[in-house]
């Protein structure tokens, strides 16, 4: 192929304008991520302090409740929450549904903000009870 070598193998960021889509993409990679790395930080850190006895799981409660675990706990309801809605948003989208422009960015929008919501309303329950 003569004179190919010049020509861009893909679209390059400059030639994309950013939408809801793209952001929301990024957050599902972003919040996956976080629930694989923090989430399982946590959850071996609890399961230690479960089997390490009444000393290390008090000392465990203790940095879970303090502001900074409880900033944590929060970033991982909300990962969870994000990658849920946006995983079924995917979902949608997979069985061929939800491609018209407007309902795409419709459900790009809600998607983070149906993650808020869910987040907020457990995290209250938990705090208010």
């Known amino acids: 192929m003569a004179g190919a070598s010049n020509r861009p193998i893909s679209p390059h960021l400059q030639i994309w304008k950013w939408g809801p889509a793209m952001v929301v993409s990024i957050l599902h990679r972003v919040s996956g991520d976080g629930l ?14 479960l089997a390490g006895g009444e000393a290390s799981y008090a000392a465990f409660t ?8 409880k900033v944590v706990l929060i970033g991982l309801t909300w990962a969870f929450f994000n990658h849920m809605a946006s995983g079924l948003r995917h979902f949608v989208l997979d069985i061929g549904a939800g491609y018209e422009l407007k309902n795409n960015a ?12 869910l987040t907020g309303a457990t995290w209250a329950y938990i705090l208010l009870r």
């Open 36 to 49: 694989a790395l923090v989430g399982l930080a946590v959850l071996v850190w609890w399961l230690g302090a």
């Open 62 to 69: 203790a940095h879970a409740s303090a502001w900074y675990g």
């Open 106 to 117: 419709l459900w790009s929008v809600l998607t983070p903000l149906i993650a808020l919501a």
